[in-house]
């Protein structure tokens, strides 16, 4: 009679660890029932755990979905750099086109960004 109770409670454990690596309780359970609950335990000890691929799949899953967000963020990210070089170009472009236009000191001239002289009056013209 203990020596029944004996197996039980060994199969039992085997059902608890096949559990805990993420493998049906029961079927472990009455396996190690069936056969012999040390060859389904080494059995269960020699088999991958389960448990563990699925935490591997999960984290895989998760630095993937990591991963698309980030290149998503670049992609917004270069999208926003973008519109705000344009911006800039555009801005530097407007700042030329108003520093080009320079008149000269002397008679008001408009002059051009070579000009040395005030096409006008003849005026030296210094560009800093
Ligand atoms: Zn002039």
């Given at each position: 009679m203990f020596e029944f109770a004996f197996w039980i409670l060994c199969c039992a454990a085997v059902g608890y660890y096949a559990d805990k690596k993420g493998r049906s309780q029961w079927k472990w359970g009455l396996a190690a029932a069936f056969f012999s609950p040390i060859i389904v335990g080494i059995v269960l000890a020699l088999v991958s755990d389960?448990?563990?691929?699925?935490?591997?799949?999960e984290l895989r899953m998760g630095q993937e979905q990591l991963r698309d967000r980030v290149a998503a963020d670049e992609k917004i990210t270069?999208?926003?750099f973008g519109q705000m070089e344009g911006?800039?170009?555009g801005a530097a472009?407007?700042?030329?086109?108003?520093?080009?236009v320079?008149?000269?000191?002397?008679c008001?001239?408009?002059?051009?960004s070579n000009d040395k002289f005030c096409s006008r009056c003849g005026e030296e013209v210094s560009w800093v």
């Open positions: 389960k448990s563990v691929e699925r935490d591997v799949a270069e999208a926003r911006r800039i170009s472009q407007a700042t030329g086109a108003l520093e080009e320079r008149y000269c000191p002397s008001g001239e408009a002059l051009r």
